[in-house]
């Protein structure tokens, strides 16, 4: 009798000291209380809060959708499918909507629940939020891919906002939110372009008629230009001139493309009042450009423009057929040859433009349905196209002036409605609007949002490697280098 009064307080005791002891900070010696913690420390709070909550199933040996927890590089790197943190937006952050958003079979069912597991609470879901919020920081202060040199803008055109990535890791490293700057939710970013040096962004905002300046190094918003349905932009390879064409919206035609010095986004000088006349009224998109000339497409005229940059004036005009709609434009490292995407014929266009005053059609390949952004390679070798209304896309050998592959697919595997494409280090990237839904997001978060995509691409088996779902209409996409 006496014995066992004695064991059970000993037992009680022994197991509210295991139980501390599992909880404890480890500073205070007490449970964590993640509601009151202030000054955020990354090995203290965050990781003993995943080793406690986490690591069981995302470590080295049992590294759940590829995602590890053990560590902050690993946490910032994000799963096989790039869902981890996104620094300063919980909101959108993959790690976040899991454990607060996820549903399955239509009911809410917060992440590890769905495993099983108890959901966290909400001091510690808050607490990641903020964490995140802050910039996903280290011990150290580091924030995740501070210090990359290579980037990749994807506008989301409908959800207000671009994705920044980093090419190699392929993650969204950053979301740049328009409306928190002020912009409506209909303000529409088409297409980034950065300045030579690497040292600004710009963006085409179609829904709210400007084009706006950022920092290239703290993505801080700096100046802006207005002009109507902004679309495609085209920066000139050594001078402060920015080209700026028009949405091409059939029942908003224009009359002119307009440039901007793009230091002080002001009118760019020999221009009027920032316009550029051209002979028609007509929907003029395609834009490229190089140190002398700035080739522009008329979309229902079916004419490829072609500007003085010297002079700023129309030049000459060389048409390829109303029913053609040349839509986008690129140009051979070497300005001897432009590639133009018609979307009435589903053709490649070569236009030889070795002498600007007088473009010459040399060819027409054919490709797949509503052939949409076009890219050369580095070397020239090669030119890149998404097929908008096909679901895939086509490479095409610049020497013999065919169709050298075929990437075939119904949307799902990611790549629905490709719009814009970039090649990076011969890796390939591609945009997907999936604006029919075609690709279904991995998780359900409980909206019927649809998510754009953009996928890698193998430079030479060409079969999508990797596909990250950023915003709603996933539209142009740009590379940066990155600074000297
Ligand atoms: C019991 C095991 C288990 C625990 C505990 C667990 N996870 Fe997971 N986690 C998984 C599995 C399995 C998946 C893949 C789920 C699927 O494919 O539907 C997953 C997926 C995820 C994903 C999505 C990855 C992607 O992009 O597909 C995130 C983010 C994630 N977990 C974060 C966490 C966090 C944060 C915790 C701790 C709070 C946690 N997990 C705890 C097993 C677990």
Request: aromatic share 8%.
């Amino acid at each position: 009798m006496k014995k066992i009064a004695l064991i059970f307080p000993l037992l009680a005791i022994t197991l509210l000291v295991t139980f501390c002891e599992k909880n404890k900070d480890p500073l205070s010696g007490g449970e964590i209380d993640y509601s009151n913690i202030t000054d955020i420390k990354y090995s203290e709070h965050v990781q003993a809060l995943f080793n406690k909550e986490c690591t069981g199933c995302h470590n080295a040996q049992q590294a759940s959708a590829g995602l590890r927890l053990d560590a902050w590089n690993y946490v910032a790197l994000g799963s096989e499918t790039a869902g981890g943190v996104i620094p300063f937006d919980s909101q959108n952050s993959r790690l976040m909507r899991m454990l607060t958003e996820l549903r399955v079979n239509g009911q809410l069912k917060p992440h590890p629940a769905d495993q099983g597991r108890a959901a966290l609470d909400t001091s510690k879901t808050n607490f990641l939020a903020r964490w995140i919020d802050g910039g996903a920081k280290n011990d150290a202060g580091e924030v995740p891919f501070e210090h990359s040199h290579e980037h990749l803008y994807v506008c989301n055109q409908n959800a207000a906002s671009i994705s920044i990535i980093d090419p190699h890791a392929f993650v969204v490293i950053r979301n740049i939110d328009l409306q928190e700057l002020g912009y409506p939710a209909n303000a529409q970013p088409h297409l980034v372009t950065l300045s030579p040096d690497g040292e600004f962004w710009y963006v085409s905002l179609i829904g709210a008629n400007k084009v706006l300046k950022f920092d290239a190094h703290d993505n801080e918003l700096l100046s802006e230009a207005s002009t109507p349905v902004p679309a495609l932009l085209a920066h000139h390879p050594t001078e402060h001139v920015l080209y700026i064409s028009r949405f091409m919206d059939p029942a908003n035609p224009q009359t002119s493309i307009y440039a901007v010095d793009s230091e002080t986004m002001q009118p760019a000088t020999g221009t009027n009042n920032g316009n550029i006349s051209l002979p028609n009224s007509d929907v003029y998109h395609g834009l490229v450009m190089d140190a002398n000339y700035v080739y522009t497409a008329s979309l229902a005229g079916g004419n490829i423009i072609v500007i003085n940059h010297a002079t700023k004036e129309f030049l000459t005009a060389l048409p390829l057929g109303a029913n053609r709609q040349p839509l986008h434009l690129a140009l051979s490292p070497d300005s001897q040859t432009l590639y133009v995407s018609c979307i009435g014929t589903d053709e490649i266009a070569v236009v030889d433009v070795s002498d600007p005053a007088n473009p010459a059609a040399v060819n027409f390949i054919p490709v797949g349905l509503d052939p949409w952004h076009l890219h050369t390679s580095h070397d020239g070798d090669h030119i890149y196209v998404g097929n908008n209304r096909s679901n895939d896309f086509c490479v095409i050998d610049a020497q013999t002036l065919t169709v050298q592959f075929f990437g075939a697919g119904d949307g799902s595997d990611g790549l629905s409605i490709p719009h814009g494409v970039v090649a990076v280090d011969h890796n390939l990237y591609f945009t997907g609007q999936n604006n029919t839904g075609d690709y279904v997001p991995k998780y359900d978060f409980g909206n019927n949002r649809f998510a754009g995509t953009v996928v890698m691409v193998h430079p030479s088996t060409y079969a999508i490697q990797k596909v990250l779902e950023v915003g709603d209409f996933a539209t142009g996409i740009a590379i940066h280098h990155g600074h000297p």
